[in-house]
């Protein structure tokens, strides 16, 4: 099984929708399409590391003790149990890999 991200968030676009989830080899890959402003909620995940990358715009992920100021093609990861939260100034479309469980 093969996904294109490109064809998905341009589905995303088309529909309103937010974001897709796929579970390929056993990452869990979740297509957000961020909407520009506001503030992301605080989140943490106890049991795997979020990789983060930017598809397109602009995407902030903050920590409790820094921020990381992502542009497209870029990349963070997001160790296992640390509290973040993710914003976008001018809107983003992003690609989050996180194992399930």
């Known amino acids: 099984m093969t996904t294109d991200f490109g064809v998905v968030f341009a589905r995303l676009a088309q529909h309103g929708q937010p974001e897709e989830t796929v579970t390929l080899g056993g990452v ?42 992502l542009a497209a093609g870029q990349c963070c990861v997001v160790p296992t149990g640390a509290q973040h939260r993710g914003t976008s100034l001018s809107g983003a479309e992003i690609i989050l890999f996180t194992h399930p469980g």
């Open 28 to 69: 869990n890959i979740r297509m957000v399409r961020v909407i520009g402003g506001g503030e992301g909620r605080w989140d943490r995940h106890d049991h795997t590391t979020e990789t983060v990358i930017v598809w397109t715009g602009d995407f902030k992920v903050e920590f409790q003790d820094h921020t990381q100021h």
